[in-house]
């Protein structure tokens, strides 16, 4: 039997808590090439969230570790546009298809390898996401973020402090939030949330605290080191600016909102999104920035001073 998919399903701790290392172990690289096969079968026809998940990884791992590295395969080789564009727009299953068929014609080599691994490992989170927007969807509250269609149908309301300017006074006031940031102490990342635990609970054990910071001797106060500021600005655009990363853009495409892959925002991007601010409905529309920004109004009436730009 394939030892990946042999560890993925078995029910016994000492062959399921095995590593990829040990794993490998007395696998040549023809061995390795057909369990990878074998390993992405079993991955599209289980049923099980957990075993899907944890096929993807193996398969990440075994391209990228194992095959990618060897010196028996070419280590140059062709990449296929259509795979290439198919991976920067998110379509890895598809992008999948493309390098296997082209490993096919014209035989494996590093460069395919590559591609295929990077394909895996995005395809990893992309399972999870896909089961975080369907529990999203799931609650009531929230089945309008996936339901509205067009910008004037967008329920979000600013609230009109951030809107009014006192006398003198250049820049819109700051609304701040800030929260602890969670460490995982067992190095467990995803696998305590809830559909991976349902599908295997004794994985789901883990120990994560949630964490205030200050430096010992010098600070008085413990506070949390995440900080996040929202301003109204009169130009009709998304800023997103990181004080870490010391980087700002202007969003004035929907793509390029939902482009996680083409700066070092993608945090701020996905926090937009997922606020309800940007509806995750708007993907792939032709709504312009403008316009959604102009229909996000007031909760209830404000002056006309104190909309009118500088």
């Known amino acids: 039997m394939n030892p990946f998919i042999k560890t993925i399903t078995s029910v016994e701790p000492e062959i399921r808590d095995l590593s990829f290392q040990e794993l490998c172990k007395g696998l040549s690289v023809d061995g390795m090439l057909q369990s990878m096969k074998e390993l992405d079968d079993f991955r599209r026809t289980s049923a099980n969230l957990y075993e899907r998940v944890r096929a993807s990884i193996f398969l990440y791992a075994g391209f990228r570790f194992y095959l990618m590295p060897s010196p028996q395969f070419p280590g140059t080789g062709i990449i296929p546009s259509e795979g290439f564009e198919n991976l920067l727009k998110r379509n890895f299953e598809k992008a999948i298809g493309v390098f296997y068929a082209e490993m096919q014609k014209n035989g494996p080599n590093s460069n395919i390898f590559s591609c295929l691994a990077e394909s895996y490992h995005h395809l990893t989170f992309q399972i999870l996401a896909d089961q975080v927007r369907k529990s999203v969807r799931s609650s009531r509250g929230n089945q309008w973020m996936f339901r509205v269609g067009h910008f004037d149908e967008h329920p979000l309301k600013i609230h009109p402090k951030l809107l009014q300017r006192p006398e003198g006074v250049v820049l819109f006031p700051v609304l701040q939030e800030k ?8 190095h467990s990342c995803w696998s305590d949330i809830f559909f991976l635990g349902m599908d295997y609970p004794e ?6 605290i949630s964490v205030d910071l200050g430096v010992y001797g010098r600070d ?3 506070v949390p080191p995440l900080e996040s500021y929202v301003r109204v600005i009169t130009e009709p655009v998304i800023r997103l ?3 870490d990363l010391k980087d700002s853009k202007d969003i004035t495409q ?8 083409n700066d070092y925002l993608s945090l701020l991007k996905a926090a937009v999104i997922a606020s309800g601010f940007i509806p995750p409905s708007f993907e792939g529309t032709n709504h312009k920035i403008s316009d959604i920004l102009s229909g996000i109004k007031a909760s209830f009436p404000v002056s006309k001073a104190a909309l009118d730009p500088l």
Do not use: E, H, Q
């Open 179 to 186: 929260t602890p940031v969670r460490m995982d102490l067992t």
């Open 203 to 208: 994985g789901a054990r883990v120990i994560n």
């Open 220 to 222: 008085k106060d413990i």
């Open 241 to 243: 600016t990181s004080l």
């Open 254 to 261: 929907l793509s390029d909102l939902f482009n996680f892959g």
